[in-house]
């Protein structure tokens, strides 16, 4: 099988990870400008290519653009345009001009590409997901580190998604202050948002924490989901640690979703581009809403 990683950063190399661990034979070509020459190497029953530019005149199994948001789009049309694809995995943020989220659904009708966006808010809940009622739920609490909301709010948009359905609009409780991201040219922000209509939602942003916190009050009880910087997520009902398990990385799930949904085992993984579409547009019109400025989202 034929898998194309477009952007060798950190995430690219984290889907890559999943792919060598694998006992499958795969052919993996790896795109990014810093290879400046071809190269090729073979580990175990894998054939690894390196390449600087975009492949064409290719069919590929699974193609993975890990490539920053900027830059996704022209890279999603290139590769379309001269190659065919079966499967695609995108990294969030997934586009930060909103004309691009109506081609790109386009060129994925066209093209019959099945798409997963890589995030994780959903995946964080499922094993607590069947233990209460969502009717029962009373208020939704996220605690998120100062200086990481918006590299993550779409992860918070997705998991609240799950819960209410795309039934909510989130506010800035106080003026959102702009800051610079940890990757250059694109910005950060420290606010407060919260809901002013049910659901009851509230997003809080904490100085000197090394987790994320998502709190679930129900008519009876409270779940807590704890995500450490350490990749363990723990659970909680009142307080008591009920389970504790892996946060969901890419170099542990991609290769394994990609082949649940190629041999038609679990069909969930890849159709969340809609979704994702949808909750990344209104994250745009919240930021809209409070400056001027041209925001971009990693």
């Known amino acids: 099988m034929k898998i194309l990683i477009v952007g060798f950063g950190k995430m690219g190399n984290s889907h890559f990870k999943s792919f060598l661990a694998s006992n499958k034979n795969y052919q993996i070509y790896i795109v990014d400008k810093k290879f400046g020459t071809k190269s090729e190497k073979i580990y175990k029953n894998k054939k690894i290519q390196y390449l600087p530019d975009l492949p064409k005149q290719k ?7 890990s490539t920053n948001s900027k830059e996704r789009y022209e890279i999603i049309k290139k590769i379309t345009d001269n190659n065919k694809l079966k499967y695609l995995i995108l990294e969030k943020f997934l586009f930060n001009k909103i004309n691009y989220y109506e081609k790109v659904k386009k060129i994925i009708q066209n093209h019959k590409i099945k798409v997963m966006v890589n995030v994780w808010g959903r995946s964080i809940l499922e ?11 009373i208020k939704i609490e996220i605690i998120v580190k100062k200086g990481e909301l918006l590299t993550n709010l779409i992860h918070f ?30 910005l950060e922000g420290v606010s407060d948002l919260y809901s002013k209509k049910k659901p009851n939602i509230l997003i809080k942003n904490l100085n000197f924490i090394n987790y994320h916190m998502f709190k679930i009050d129900l008519k009876q009880g409270t779940y807590k989901i704890k995500i450490n910087y350490n990749g363990r997520c723990e659970y909680f009902l009142n307080d008591i640690k009920i389970l504790e398990n892996q946060f969901p990385f890419s170099y542990l799930v ?7 949904d190629y041999k ?4 969930k ?8 579409s949808l ?8 930021l809209k809403r409070k400056s001027n400025k041209k925001i971009c989202i990693t």
């Open 254 to 260: 991609s290769e394994k979703f990609f082949q649940l």
């Open 157 to 186: 948009y997705d998991f609240i998604y799950c819960l209410f359905g795309k039934n909510f609009t989130l506010r800035s409780k106080n003026k959102m202050k702009f800051i610079k991201s940890k990757r250059k040219g694109y």
């Open 279 to 286: 909750l990344s547009l209104n994250i745009i019109k919240l």
């Open 127 to 137: 094993p607590i997901l069947k233990k209460f009622h969502k009717k029962d739920i």
């Open 264 to 267: 038609n085992k679990i069909k």
């Open 269 to 276: 993984y890849f159709n969340n581009f809609n979704i994702i």
């Open 59 to 65: 069919f590929f199994h699974l193609t993975i653009i």
